[in-house]
Every structure is written in C-alpha cells, then in structure tokens.
C-alpha cells in the first residue's frame, strides 16, 4: 500500500492511497482518497449572506440542508464533523465516500429530522453555507 499527501493551489491537503490486488488476469485498483478542506468562515459567511438575499422559504431551505448532509454524511468522519456541531478548522473528506445523489426517501427522512430541530432561517442558511462550501472546494479539487 503506498500513500502521498500534497497540497494544492488553494492550501487545501490531498492524500490517496491505493492498494493493488490482482485478480486472474487484471488487476483492480482500489483507492482510498482523501481531501483536506480548511473551514474558512469568511467564505461561509458570505455564501449564507447569499443565500439569505434568494427567496428560499424555510421548507426549501430544510431540503437544501438535508441533500447537502447526505451528500456528505459518508465521508466525513462522525467524530469530528462540524456537521454535527464541532468546531473544527480542517476537515477531512474521503471523497470516494460523496453520495453524488443521495435518495429521495433518504432525503425526506433527513429533512424531517433537520425540521423538527426547528432551526432559525440564520441556522439554515449557515449550515447550507458551509455544506456548499465543502462540496465546492472538494469539486473544485476533483
């Protein structure tokens, strides 16, 4: 198994790695790889002032959010999500773990759950901001 971490244009760390098993006559290759995403709140600041200035009312908002998480739910680690509140300065995305598309039925589920916290149309359009900011840097960087 081999490793490498590199760092982009953009200060943002990469590391992959990848194992090579051989079956008959190909071989596969499976790779783990992973972005690191500083949190830069100034940027998630100004993508939720953005997002305050749409005429997004708060049912679509709580969809928003809840796509967004599932998209990132898998690959980031539970630990130290700052989806789940933590206040973290670099997260860590296995980017082979992003759902490009989550469910709907999954996303119905998550909006009920993000609902029924009752969140301010400020707590949407923060965790929105910063779920758009980490998908678009790790698109960004794919």
């Keep these: 198994m081999s490793s490498k971490k590199t760092s982009n244009s953009n200060g943002n760390r990469t590391s992959s790695s990848s194992s090579k098993t051989s079956t008959s006559s190909s071989t596969k290759s499976s790779a783990d790889k992973s972005v690191f995403v500083s ?3 100034d940027k998630i600041r100004e993508r939720a002032f953005m997002l305050s200035q ?20 898998l690959a980031i680690p539970k630990d130290i999500s700052p989806l789940a509140g933590k206040s973290v300065k670099e997260v860590k995305i ?16 998550m909006a009920e759950m993000v609902a029924n916290h009752h969140p301010s149309l400020q707590e949407l359009h923060w965790n929105l901001a910063l779920r758009q900011v980490l998908l678009d840097t790790v698109n960004k960087l794919l």
């Design 94 to 109: 296995d980017v082979t773990k992003l759902i490009p598309k989550p469910k709907q039925d999954d996303v119905r589920k």
């Design 39 to 41: 949190l830069n709140e």
């Design 54 to 73: 749409q005429s997004k009312n708060w049912n679509d908002l709580v969809w928003s959010v809840a796509e967004a998480d599932l998209k990132l739910s």
